[in-house]
């Protein structure tokens, strides 16, 4: 294969290539604006630094448990601070994040961590009643991480810990590294099909970001940008709202849906 003299002597490299990932967003909002506002919710507030600094305690609590690149973490979450943090360090340790609709009953739940062979649930009590059956009917062997959010009623705990005790002892820097193809799976979502079960699709690294980037430029977002969380995150993982505001490096304000 002949090569052009315009390509001759540049293969990818570190210094001409970087992976498209939206996890780059929160990396850089950190660096450009480590004490804006990114998250609002309830009494809980937490800037850019201290939002990159909790999804990389989680990315690091979930590799001292043994997952890495292309492993399925499932979140069964309201509109919280947490939703946020799992959809940036969970692709942060190349892990593949699976959102569930909080509205699904125990069987299709139980059908989908089956097939996305999820090894971790972090699930928020409010939905306990469901995953709790749901838990019964699995052949996994899951690691269940309970969100206790302060805001939500009802529910008991049903993992081995809470959330804020898992990545309470976890390093908050994570090294630079992932994915290595921007091609690589980033989430795994399931559509409610017409017949049967539920289909799986996936979201990679590149799609994600360059969606998240059009819709910042069509919604205009910006610094100044305050975001109410009305769109459950889980759908769609938040039509990727989810990283384009903090793209922007607006303020996410999270309202449990």
Not at 122 to 151: G, Q
Request: negative net charge; charged residues 20%.
């Amino acid at each position: 294969m002949t090569v052009s003299i315009f390509e001759a002597q540049l293969a990818k490299d570190r210094a001409n290539y970087e992976p498209l990932t939206p996890v780059s967003f929160l990396r850089r909002a950190a660096q450009v604006a480590p004490s804006h506002t990114a998250i609002i919710h309830g009494q809980r507030r937490y800037t850019y630094a201290q939002f990159l600094a909790r999804s990389s305690q989680l990315a690091n609590a979930l590799a001292g448990r043994g997952i890495g690149p292309g492993d399925c973490v499932a979140i069964m979450g309201a509109n919280t601070p947490e939703m946020l943090e799992a959809h940036n360090g969970v692709p942060m340790l190349g892990a593949v994040l699976n959102s569930l609709n909080i509205r699904l009953d125990a069987n299709t739940i139980a059908f989908i961590l089956d097939h996305g062979e999820a090894k971790v649930l972090l699930t928020d009590r409010a939905f306990s009643e469901v995953i709790k059956k749901a838990l019964t009917l699995t052949e996994r062997e899951l690691l269940v991480i309970d969100i206790d959010d302060s805001e939500s009623q009802g529910g008991e705990c049903l993992g081995e810990m809470n959330y804020e005790t898992f990545i309470a002892d976890a390093d908050d820097t994570f090294p630079l590294g992932q994915p290595e193809d921007e091609w690589q799976a980033l989430s795994l979502l399931y559509t409610s099909g017409t017949t049967g079960n539920p289909k799986g699709c996936v979201y990679h690294h590149r799609g994600a970001y360059l969606n998240a980037l059009g819709n910042m430029a069509t919604m205009e977002l910006n610094r100044d940008s305050v975001y109410l969380w009305t769109l459950p995150m889980f759908h769609c993982d938040g039509w990727t709202f989810t990283w384009a505001v903090t793209a922007a490096m607006g303020t996410h304000v999270c309202l449990r849906a």
